[in-house]
């Protein structure tokens, strides 16, 4: 079932920006949120993980630089904004939130609630 509801996915040229946006059920459920993708033939990785308070922050070496995560609490919301896109961005996005006090926001086992996902295309 789908658990949060994800926008902003589309086709682009390499090169260019997306801003990806997700709306959740926020406190109590939810606590850190993150975004994770996967690409064809590739396992799920994650992208970029946030704490509630957005003081932590965390990016895989690929997209160190070109991606930002940023949340608005007061809107239940979290934002992905990719610049500089490459063609090996190419993937499916998944919002997800760890719905766990337990471990902290590194603990990817504990991200819960996921969105439908998002498909990205990235063209050279």
């Known amino acids: 079932q789908v658990q949060l509801v994800e926008s902003g996915g589309g086709t682009v040229q390499a090169g260019d920006s997306l801003r990806l946006s997700c709306l959740g059920p926020?406190?109590?459920?939810?606590?850190?949120m993150g975004w994770f993708r996967q690409a064809p033939g590739k396992e799920r990785e994650v992208v970029a993980l946030?704490?509630?308070?957005?003081?932590?922050?965390h990016y895989a070496d690929s997209v160190q630089g070109r991606f930002t995560i940023s949340r608005d609490n007061a809107k239940n919301m979290v934002f992905l904004q990719m610049n500089s896109l490459k063609p090996e961005d190419t993937a499916v996005y998944y919002c997800?939130?760890?719905?766990?006090?337990?471990?902290?926001?590194?603990?990817?086992?504990?991200?819960?609630?996921w969105g439908q996902g998002t498909q990205v295309t990235v063209s050279s």
């Open positions: 926020g406190a109590p459920t939810v606590n850190a």
């Open positions: 946030i704490t509630y308070s957005g003081e932590g922050t």
């Open positions: 997800a939130a760890k719905t766990s006090l337990v471990g902290t926001y590194l603990s990817t086992n504990k991200y819960s609630l």
